[in-house]
């Protein structure tokens, strides 16, 4: 018979709960901290643009910082402009013998620029592009429909994600326009 050396069978309940108790004090060890608030550099901002966009970003940051989100951009101290929101689905590869899709890559593509009040650009055109690859099989198609589905709802979530940590780096006041090199 093989001995069982798990180390449950080896531990009693209390010394278990300890060690669970010291790897939990170690984990701050290691520089791991929970997100937490975005603390973003202006007190009110207005978003506009793609509307299912705009309002899972309005939400992103009513709910995870102390700025405010409002309904006139003339109340709002910066501007979210989301300039494009675009999904594209490429094919990847073909089977050999037949030709049919195997594989699919979906991307979702979200562009957007930050201004003042005075319409100056705090944060230029950025996009945050991210890609998701699918296997496909034409047998299944209503349920590779909705996984595509989901796989685009996970992408806008990480997208929103991502301009939220962006927009905690913006400035208030515009970027100095560059200057010519000299040669």
Known sequence: ???NWSLRNQLTRPARFALGVALCALLP???FQLRGEAKLPFDTMYVAGS???SNQIARAI???STTRVVADKKDA???LQ???ELNERVILSLSGTTGRVREVQLRY???YRVTDRENRELLPTTEVQLKRDLSYNDTDVLGKEQEEQLLYRDMRNDAVQQVVRRLQVARLEPAP???PQDR
Do not use: D, H, L, Q
């Open 1 to 3: 018979m093989i001995p």
């Open 29 to 31: 060890a290691c520089g």
């Open 51 to 53: 509307p299912v966009f």
């Open 62 to 64: 009513r709910a995870g």
């Open 77 to 79: 101290e910066v501007t």
């Open 82 to 84: 989301i300039t494009n």
């Open 109 to 111: 593509r979200i562009s």
């Open 177 to 179: 326009a560059a200057k």
